[in-house]
């Protein structure tokens, strides 16, 4: 039986001041669900976020992470630097950072790896465009985006988190049926059996694209949909905290 995990995108939101009040209504209402929670905050805030959850049952992650492990790479955040700040997960290949920042499959793989390197969960994202859908594609681009991926981790297949974001439905308020990602979720299963059917059972498969508390029960439902990676919903901590009461 595979936990529910139910990890907030922060994306590039927040302030010290309105960041102390979401962390506080997080940790405290996290003992009334019956979910893992995470929330992967901007990386200046980590520190922050560190100091506020340390000791609860809410976990903490960074957005994005190096390919590099060290060196001249201006801008950039190492994996080892989320280590010193005792994050547990890091997003990787959100499609945010394949259309605006040109990550391609390869180097998304290249990322998780290093995540894992690190000792962090990397959540890696997949999802198809409205195009894509539209030409009968998804499956397609969802198999193309983790095969590189599952080639990286290789062995440590049973260590990543994996979420399923169809491009259309994110910050869109247009989410899949539950039918809809049922579908790709299980392909995703699938495909992760076929490197290692014992990891495949294991690993969450989470939904992201318009989760919010009015649609997460019977999303959560579904039996390959394993959490949710939530973006706009987990900026309130009362919709974050709806949504794992939900699963
Ligand atoms: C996301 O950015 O990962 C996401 C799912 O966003 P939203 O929930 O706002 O669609």
């Not at 492990?69 to 700040?85: C, I, K, N, P, R």
């Not at 259309?99 to 990322?111: F, I, N, P, R, W």
């Not at 390197?117 to 594609?137: D, F, H, K, N, S």
Request: proline share 3%; hydrophobic share 50%.
């Amino acid at each position: 039986m595979r936990a529910t995990l139910i990890a907030g995108n922060w994306k590039m939101n927040g302030s010290l001041a309105s960041n102390a009040s979401l962390l506080d209504g997080v940790r405290a209402g996290a003992a009334s669900v019956n979910a893992r929670l995470a929330v992967c905050v901007p990386a200046p805030y980590l520190a922050q976020a560190r100091a506020a959850l340390a000791g609860s049952a809410v976990a903490w992650g960074a957005q994005d992470l190096s390919a590099h492990e060290a060196g001249a790479y201006t801008g950039e955040v190492s994996g080892a630097m989320l280590g010193d700040f005792a994050c547990q997960y890091v997003i990787v290949g959100h499609s945010e950072r394949r259309s605006y920042h040109g990550e391609t499959d390869a180097l998304v793989a290249q990322k998780a790896a290093r995540a894992l390197a690190c000792g962090l969960t990397p959540i890696v994202c997949v999802g198809e465009t409205l195009g894509e859908r539209e030409q009968g594609a998804t499956d397609a681009v969802v198999v193309r985006q983790l095969a590189p991926v599952l080639d990286a981790v290789a062995s440590h297949l049973g260590k990543i988190v994996i979420a399923y974001e169809p491009v259309w439905a994110i910050g869109t308020g247009k989410t899949a049926t539950p039918e809809m990602a049922q579908q790709v979720h299980e392909l995703i299963r699938r495909t992760l059996a076929q490197r290692d059917a014992g990891a495949a059972q294991a690993v969450q498969i989470l939904y992201g694209g318009s989760m919010k508390p009015d649609n997460a029960k019977e999303l959560l439902a579904m039996p390959d949909i394993d959490g949710g990676l939530i973006g706009g919903a987990s900026l309130k901590a009362a919709d974050f905290l709806a949504i794992a009461q939900a699963a």
